[in-house]
Nanobody, 113 residues
């Protein structure tokens, strides 16, 4: 059974940083492209970033230059370092196994003064 568990969310002031982590189990983690998505209140879930099996990252324009996605295949984790956070980054953040329907339960990120 596949499990994805996100952690690291919280409340941060504008301009601050947070680091999210997603721990995966039940899959051969190193063989899957992984992604982060987010869903703000009243909005559709949107893609944030992807990292391939070869560690090639790709980012949504809204987070490019501020967020960094990385993976550790030994630990089966995919991380999202978020810097210079803005109020519009407030959302529930989810990790996902790309080309599957496996999602984590999400972690709340709130950017507010």
């Amino acid at each position: 059974q596949v499990h994805l568990v996100e952690s690291g969310g919280g409340l941060v002031q504008p301009g601050g940083s947070l680091a999210l982590s997603c721990a995966a189990s039940g899959i051969i983690f190193s063989t899957y492209t992984m992604a982060w998505y987010r869903q703000a209140p009243g909005k559709q879930r949107e893609w944030v970033a992807t990292i391939t099996t070869g560690r090639l990252p790709n980012y949504a324009d809204s987070v490019k230059g501020r967020f960094t996605i990385s993976r550790d295949n030994a630990k089966n984790t995919v991380d999202l370092q978020m810097n210079n956070l803005k109020p519009e980054d407030t959302a529930v953040y989810y990790c996902k196994v790309v080309q599957s329907n496996y999602w984590g339960q999400g972690t709340q990120v709130t950017v507010s003064s």
